[in-house]
């Protein structure tokens, strides 16, 4: 029982390091942090349904990870080779599609509840 209460802390303490080795390094997640705060204090004003509260604050949050792993394949990449490579140009730009495409699906999101409270 505490072997595992210890592998969860320990887990805890690994995942929080590399959120801060994300935000110390990369601009852009203080931008997606600052925009879901925004956009949170929105949700908690607007006349929202408990689901619809809960779905546009967890797009949010997919943004973070998703800006997560991105840093993540940077990280990799460069750490294989700092040569200019079209895969590696490739491997990146895919990981920053992946959080455009997150944060345009959270866009959408707002637009549908947006639209459904002024109908």
Known sequence: MWQQVLRVRQRAIWSWDGFAHVYK????????????????????????SAGERGMLLMGGIIVLAAECMNTAIERVVDDISTEKRDAARQAKDCGSAAVAVTA???GVAWVCVIVGLLW
């Open 104 to 106: 345009i699906g959270v």
């Open 25 to 48: 390094t990369e601009g852009s997640l203080s931008q997606w942090l600052v925009a879901n705060l925004v956009f949170g204090v929105l949700a908690f004003l607007l006349p929202l």
